[in-house]
């Protein structure tokens, strides 16, 4: 009996010393994908989110922030299983999270059962996550990928006067909504998508694809990140592809850009759009990537932020700013740190960044070409910068809502 | 041959004509209805010459596996991690010397080291015990794919291509006239079609090894019976040793080709060990012919479903095996 109550004590203690330290300290749980076809992405994501740590510091208040990394491999499961570890066994307060497309929609759905915490979307881009039956703990300070497609479809057909292009994806939800952007555009101008392929994530072997590529086409936009992309480039060089391209918001990076081999090169050229552009003038973009390179050493970084390093940066700026207008002050189940979160603005390095009423993103977009900067690195140059894109992409919401949510098929190429 | 056709009169008549309409798609020109129908010729040609690239890369990694079953009933669930440590290797060796070539040849010999400490250390010890030597490999393949992690990390890494190698040829197979009249010849990547012919002539290297040279004999025996092949004076401790070597050898080569026109990341070890389990399941485990034809069987769906039924393309494969499996459980090719 006496032994067991002295066990009970000790395991009480022990329990509220675990209480004591964190009171001193906000647990913010963070997941990259740092494992599968995503791994680059979620590296440089996590230099982003270093830079900002950096910048702006880990003090709010009296509080230290401690940060506890998960890694994911761009599957919804993976992340659950993530940030389900991170809040059980880790007892993190505020998560950011997740990367990639179909993780944020199976997070957002996730955030549900746990109203108490407060998830900071760290940089996926699918439109359905706030789109469709919102978390109210759910904050995205990245636009979706939609509306990183805004001005793309227009340059292509006035500018390059591309009348016909075939696309390629990967097949599921952040490229759907990439394909949504650019063809809801694209068609509205008049002009037709002939064929639409999908490969899964992960696919190694592009030769088929490849070879299925339409001929009568002016151009081919490919919807790829990561390994895919390098995979698919290195492939189209070998198959002596000579197409003109366009490019998502992955595909047109510098975790692209900046890979190895010579088959990137291929992209020069290309025109995109993103939320971001390497060469912006912009004052507050240099700072950041000159924040950026003066973090990491040269071999440990890509010449310039990529876009996931720039939303991690932006998702950590907001978390550490919204904090610190309510002193770290999370009590009420979050009330006024969610309250801040929801009003805040961003003076973000990719532009001003506030949020909507189901708490997305209204930022800026860039339409931007690859260019050589003849010393044998390419980077994004920004051809048109388009501030105040909205979830909608400037069309009435009853109008947009009649369109359909992005699948394989929809949006329908017509003038919506 | 010929005691098939007597046997299966129905299945051997069948197979000329599927044979027959595959070579009539491959040669002639198609009409406009076909191409409606299915797609255009260039595109089936391209899906079928990638089926039987990507047999050869499948052929090369399964056959090591399969060697190394039939002689020593091993199932080694660490031929995956064999795969990837070659490919790395091969990287290394390729961005460091420049020289694709020296990148198999050291690919081959560490890799076979591995497959020799493999052998000495840990399946001498539990011979005979299949349950125990397949959790052992399994739980080994983990350790690796955790140590290639922590070495290599989870970038992806992907061998240069030879320059001689890079872009297209002109194969003589026409895929289309123009209005004008003129042929328009089929381009196929070159460096798919080196690698096919490496494959081959490793492959038909392995059989003339297995069943024209006195060590092929030793081994035959030895996959047919073991214990007598001991009895006879054989020392088949070493013959295990140089067949497991040989095998991982091959796993390495593989990754080599893997990483030239795929790419290198941790997780590949696995999708190339399901990959080589299906082919020798399909093809009958133990033998080298049924791997090549479970490879090329494997390798034609992936590719053809990639195209002609992308939503389903990865469950063809499955359903291969699963359809093998319930009508020839032995494997298409095994002996018994």
Request: glycine share 10%.
């Amino acid at each position: 009996m006496s032994k067991c109550s002295v066990g009970l004590l000790a395991l009480s203690s022990l329990f509220l010393s675990g209480a004591a330290i964190a009171q001193e300290k906000i647990k913010v749980g963070v997941t990259a994908t740092l494992e599968g076809t995503y791994t680059v992405l979620g590296e440089d994501g996590m230099r982003g989110h270093q830079t900002a740590l950096n910048v702006l510091g880990k003090k709010v208040g009296n509080k230290e922030l401690e940060f506890i990394v998960a890694s994911t491999d761009a599957t919804p499961d993976s992340a659950v299983r993530a940030v389900r570890k991170l809040i059980e066994q880790d007892k993190v307060q505020i998560l950011l999270s997740p990367l990639s497309g179909d993780e944020g929609i199976a997070v957002k759905n996730f955030a549900k059962t746990h109203p108490e915490l407060t998830f900071i979307n760290a940089a996926s881009g699918a439109q359905e996550t706030t789109y469709v039956d919102p978390a109210p703990n759910f904050f995205r300070y990245n636009m979706d990928g939609a509306q990183w497609q805004v001005g793309l479809g227009k340059y292509a057909y006035d500018e390059k006067k591309y009348r016909k292009i075939a696309t390629v994806g990967e097949d599921y939800s952040f490229i759907y909504t990439q394909v949504f952007g650019l063809v809801l555009e694209f068609c509205g101008m008049g002009g037709q998508v002939t064929n639409r392929q999908w490969v899964p994530l992960g696919t190694k072997d592009f030769a088929s694809v490849i070879a299925a590529l339409p001929d009568d086409v002016d151009a081919i936009y490919l919807g790829l990140g990561g390994a895919d992309a390098v995979n698919f480039l290195n492939q189209y060089q070998q198959a002596g592809g000579k197409a003109h391209l366009m490019g998502g918001s992955i595909m047109i990076d510098q975790t692209i850009l900046s890979s190895k081999g010579n088959a990137k090169n291929a992209l020069i050229g290309t025109i995109a759009a993103s939320g971001q552009a390497d060469t912006w003038e912009d004052p507050g973009w240099q700072k950041f990537v000159k924040a950026y390179q003066d973090a990491f050493p040269p071999n440990k970084r890509f010449p310039s932020p990529s876009l996931l390093a720039t939303n991690y940066y932006d998702s950590t700026m907001a978390l550490i700013l919204a904090l610190r207008q309510v002193n770290g002050d999370l009590s009420n189940n979050q009330a006024k740190f969610r309250e801040a979160l929801a009003k805040i603005e961003l003076d973000a390095p990719n532009g001003k960044i506030k949020l909507d009423s189901n708490r997305q993103a209204i930022g800026t977009n860039f339409v931007t070409e690859v260019v050589d900067d003849g010393k044998g690195a390419l980077f994004s140059k920004v051809v048109k910068v388009i501030p105040n894109v909205n979830q909608t992409l400037g069309y009435d919401p009853a109008v947009f809502s009649k369109i359909g949510l992005p699948s394989r098929t929809v949006p329908e190429c017509k003038k919506y | 041959m010929s005691r098939f056709v007597e046997r299966h009169p129905a299945w051997a008549l069948i197979a000329i004509i599927a044979i027959a309409i595959v070579l009539w798609m491959i040669f002639a020109i198609w009409p406009p209805g076909l191409e409606e129908a299915i797609g255009r010729k260039r595109v089936f040609l391209n899906a079928l010459f990638n089926g039987i690239t990507l047999g050869g890369l499948y052929f090369l990694v399964a056959s090591g596996f399969t060697l190394i079953f039939g002689l020593m009933r091993n199932v080694n669930l660490a031929h995956g991690s064999l795969y990837l440590f070659g490919g790395y290797v091969g990287y290394a060796i390729s961005a460091s010397t420049g020289s694709w070539i020296l990148s198999f040849i050291v690919a081959f010999i560490l890799t076979a080291l591995v497959g020799v400490l493999l052998q000495v250390i840990v399946f001498r010890r539990m011979e005979g015990q299949d349950l125990r030597q397949t959790m052992v490999t399994i739980g080994l393949s983990i350790v690796f794919a955790d140590l290639m992690l922590w070495a290599c990390g989870g970038d992806f890494y992907q061998i240069q291509t030879p320059g001689w190698l890079i872009g297209p040829i002109e194969l003589p197979l026409i895929t289309a006239i123009k209005s004008s009249g003129e042929p328009v010849y089929l381009r196929y990547p070159l460096v798919r079609l080196v690698i096919f012919v490496a494959s081959v002539v490793i492959g038909v290297a392995m059989w003339l090894a297995l069943n024209r040279t006195r060590i092929g004999m030793i081994v035959r025996a030895g996959v047919d019976d073991r214990d007598i092949l001991a009895a006879t004076g054989v020392r088949i401790q070493l013959v295990f040793v140089a067949v497991f070597a040989f095998g991982a050898g091959l796993a390495g080569i593989a990754g080599v080709v893997g990483g030239t026109f795929q790419s290198l990341s941790p997780g590949e070890d696995i999708r190339f060990l399901l990959a080589s389990l299906v082919v020798v399941i399909v093809g009958g485990m133990g033998s080298i012919p049924g791997a090549a034809l479970g490879a090329l069987i494997i390798g034609l769906a992936e590719q053809l479903g990639s195209v002609y039924i992308p939503t389903y393309a990865i469950v063809v494969t499955f359903l291969i095996m699963v359809l093998v499996l319930a009508i020839r459980p032995q494997g298409l090719l095994a002996r018994r």
